[in-house]
T-cell receptor, first 118, second 113 residues
Framework: SAVISQKPSRDICQRGTSLTIQCQVD?????MFWYRQQPGQSLTLIAT?????????ESGFVIDKFPISRPNLTFSTLTVSNMSPEDSSIYLC???????????????FGQGTRLTVV | QQQVKQSPQSLIVQKGGISIINCAYE??????FPWYQQFPGKGPALLIA?????SEKKEGRFTISFNKSAKQFSLHIMDSQPGDSATYFC????????????FGSGTQLTVLP
């Protein structure tokens, strides 16, 4: 399975600043995704990071607030811009791989970035 | 139609007991149902998954039961251990769809020693 490294693992940021989260995968993957997990909540898809084109955002998420880069098939960044305390959350990078044997496409997650905005 | 409803929100089980977490869905186009386990400070990890062409899948102490007519599926953890204490998420997707997984709200399981 894909090994996903996310940096930073946690950060405390001032209101109004921006934070860029990095996601590195140990293999080339077509699909990369960014999720938000608010405290005690489920995972909400922010956007699909497309290599070579703009990210595809889910309803309620916009590029100005969450700009995403995907320069190649192993790397992506998510920026949380002009942060407010409401942005305090865990941000997760995810990739999909087709599992040999079953043929199922499985989702794998990084360890997450715990962001606190003060 | 994309919602997956999960219950209970939290669950406390004695060591050796059976933990049961339930999920229900509306969209009959869903055809893949994984369960994820998440420990504090970690990302979710795939635990076990099922397709609707079978009614049950077992892997070790973990079993998924699937009821297609009722649009429900559940996770059973047999002989629950303190190390199983984690948050569990059910999810669903449409194979071949560009959409990613739809997650349930999560169940925080505590297994008492």
């Amino acid at each position: 399975s894909a090994v996903i490294s996310q940096k930073p693992s946690r950060d405390i940021c001032q209101r109004g600043t921006s934070l860029t989260i990095q996601c590195q995968v140990d293999s080339q993957v077509t699909m990369m995704f960014w999720y938000r997990q608010q405290p005690g909540q489920s995972l909400t898809l922010i956007a699909t990071a497309n290599q070579g084109s703009e990210a595809t955002y889910e309803s309620g998420f916009v590029i100005d607030k969450f700009p995403i880069s995907r320069p190649n098939l192993t790397f992506s960044t998510l920026t949380v811009s002009n942060m407010s305390p409401e942005d305090s959350s865990i941000y997760l990078c995810s990739v999909e791989e087709r599992r040999l044997g079953t043929g199922n496409t499985e989702a794998f997650f990084g360890q997450g970035t715990r962001l606190t905005v003060v | 139609q994309q919602q997956v409803k999960q219950s209970p929100q939290s669950l406390i089980v004695q060591k050796g007991g059976i933990s049961i977490i339930n999920c229900a869905y509306e969209n009959t186009a869903f055809d893949y149902f994984p369960w994820y386990q998440q420990f504090p400070g970690k990302g979710p990890a795939l635990l076990i998954a099922i397709r609707p062409d079978v009614s049950e899948k077992k892997e070790g102490r973990f079993t998924i039961s699937f009821n297609k007519s009722a649009k429900q599926f559940s996770l059973h953890i047999m002989d629950s251990q303190p190390g199983d204490s984690a948050t569990y998420f059910c999810a669903a997707r449409i194979s071949g769809s560009a959409r990613q997984l739809t997650f349930g709200s999560g169940t925080q399981l505590t297994v008492l020693p």
